[in-house]
């Protein structure tokens, strides 16, 4: 199982999703709301997810 999460790590989408929510959190800052917060959490689960897979493809 952790093979094919590993797999995350060099898949293109899930690279572009990453990319996309740093670029949320950067440009977004500023804002405030609810749908706001729940963006920042997603990229945020997104980011430690990629960074969890990108762990596991390396070691």
């Known amino acids: 199982m ?15 999703m990453v990319v996309l929510s740093i670029l949320y959190l950067i440009f977004l800052r500023e804002d ?4 706001t917060t729940f963006g920042r959490i997603a990229s945020v689960v997104y980011i ?9 493809f390396i070691f």
């Open 2 to 16: 952790a093979n094919e999460f590993a797999q995350l790590a060099v898949s293109p989408l899930y690279i572009l």
């Open 32 to 35: 405030k709301g609810c749908i």
């Open 48 to 56: 430690l997810i990629y960074l969890l897979a990108l762990y596991l």
